[in-house]
C-alpha cells in the first residue's frame, strides 16, 4: 500500500499570500496524484488530477506539480474562501486508492 | 447536471448491520468507477470499496468480508452493505467516483453512521 505524507500539517497565511503544500509518496506513484479541498461541513471537492490537471471551474490560482514520489500542490494568492483541509491522493498502485492525511490552510 | 444523494445511514449497536444507498442521476452507474470513501469524526478521508464499471469489486482490508458494495442498474443506485459494524466502522460515508478509475470527480453529501451501544 503506497502511504502519503502531507506536510505541514497547518499552514496559516494571510490573503495574497502563497500557498505551498507537499505531499510526499512512500513509492513511485509517476504522475497518478490528486488534490483535493473539503470545508467544513463540506463533500471533498477534486482540484487538480495527475499531478497537474486542474479538475473543471477550478480557479487558476490553484496549481499542481511533481512526480515520482514528490509533489506540491501552489495556491498562488491565497483568497479568504481558501481556507479548508487540502489532501492528496494516489491511483497509480490501486487499490486501495489513500489519501494524505491533510493539511489545513488557514486565512489570517 | 450529475448528482449523487446517499441515505441510510443511522445509529447501529456493535455486531449490528445497516445499508447505504447513493443514488446517481446524470449518468449511469454501471458506466463509472464508483466508490465509497469515509471519513470518521475529526479524521481524514479513508477510501472503502470500488465498483469498476465492468463489474470488479475491491475492498479495503479493515472491511474486507463485513462489507458488500453493489449496484442496481434500474434504479441507477449504488449500495454498499455493512455488516458485523464495529466502533471504529464510525464516519460519514461518501459515494465519489467517475469516468476515470481513481479519480473521484463526483461525491455526494454524504450520510452519517454511528457504531455505538
Known amino acids: 500500500e503506497t502511504v502519503l505524507t502531507q506536510s505541514p500539517a497547518t499552514l496559516s497565511l494571510s490573503p495574497g499570500e502563497r500557498a505551498t503544500l507537499s505531499c510526499r509518496a512512500s513509492q513511485n506513484v509517476d504522475t497518478y496524484l490528486l488534490w483535493y479541498q473539503q470545508k467544513p461541513g463540506q463533500a471533498p471537492r477534486l482540484l487538480i488530477y495527475?499531478?497537474?490537471y486542474r479538475a473543471s471551474d477550478i480557479p487558476a490560482r490553484f496549481s499542481g506539480s511533481g512526480s515520482g514520489t514528490d509533489f506540491t500542490l501552489t495556491i498562488s494568492s491565497l483568497e479568504p474562501e481558501d481556507s479548508a483541509v487540502y489532501y492528496c491522493?494516489?491511483?497509480?498502485?490501486?487499490?486501495?486508492?489513500?489519501f494524505g492525511g491533510g493539511t489545513k490552510v488557514e486565512i489570517k | 447536471e450529475v448528482q449523487l444523494v446517499e441515505s441510510g445511514g443511522g445509529v447501529v449497536q456493535p455486531g449490528g448491520s445497516l445499508r447505504l444507498s447513493c443514488a446517481a442521476s446524470?449518468?449511469?452507474?454501471?458506466?463509472?468507477?464508483m466508490n465509497w470513501v469515509r471519513q470518521a469524526p475529526g479524521k481524514g478521508l479513508e477510501w472503502v470499496s470500488v465498483?469498476?464499471?465492468?463489474?470488479?469489486?475491491y475492498y479495503a482490508d479493515s472491511v474486507k468480508g463485513r462489507f458488500t458494495i453493489s449496484r442496481h442498474i434500474s434504479k441507477n443506485m449504488l449500495d454498499l452493505q455493512l455488516n458485523s459494524l464495529r466502533p471504529e466502522d464510525t464516519a460519514v460515508y461518501y459515494c465519489?467516483?467517475?469516468?476515470?478509475?481513481?479519480?473521484?470527480?463526483?461525491w455526494g453529501q454524504g450520510t452519517p453512521v454511528t457504531v455505538s451501544s
Open positions: 495527475d499531478g497537474s
Open positions: 465498483m469498476f464499471s465492468g463489474g470488479n469489486t
Open positions: 465519489a467516483g467517475g469516468p476515470t478509475g481513481g479519480i473521484l470527480v463526483y
Open positions: 491522493q494516489q491511483r497509480s498502485n490501486w487499490p486501495p486508492l489513500t
Open positions: 446524470g449518468f449511469t452507474v454501471s458506466s463509472y468507477y
